[in-house]
């Protein structure tokens, strides 16, 4: 069992910036693939980044060039760094974890609000 736990949402102006942080409880953190997925009212749970064992980086074209995914494996740790913000960039965001060896072993966070609006 790995809890996930994201921090790091609030409301901030089109144009600018957020960094979102998932800690995880698991002893085997550097095992995992990483990634944020988000979620806007009325929307499916949609792919926004994506960081694997090895630290390769994914991103969905939505948010490619403004969205840095990376990881920290001492802390167990993985942030976001989300540049460039705007309106529809406003969703839940939520921390996901994937064994690199076992696929059914994954789980998800709580999520954390990120509202950008003037």
């Known amino acids: 069992q790995v809890q996930l736990v994201e921090s790091g949402g609030g409301l901030v102006e089109p144009g600018g910036s957020l960094r979102l942080t998932c800690a995880a409880s698991?002893?085997?953190?550097?095992?995992?693939?990483m990634g944020w997925y988000r979620q806007a009212p009325g929307n499916q749970r949609e792919f926004v980044a994506r960081?694997?064992?090895?630290?390769?980086?994914i991103y969905a074209d939505s948010v490619k060039g403004r969205f840095t995914i990376s990881r920290d494996n001492a802390k167990k740790t993985i942030y976001l760094q989300m540049n460039s913000l705007k309106p529809e960039d406003t969703a839940a965001y939520y921390c996901?974890?994937?064994?690199?060896?076992?696929?059914?072993?994954?789980?998800w966070g709580q999520g954390t609000q990120a509202t950008v609006s003037s």
């Open positions: 698991t002893t085997i953190f550097s095992m995992y693939h």
């Open positions: 996901n974890a994937v064994h690199q060896f076992r696929p059914n072993d994954q789980y």
């Open positions: 960081i694997t064992s090895t630290s390769s980086t």
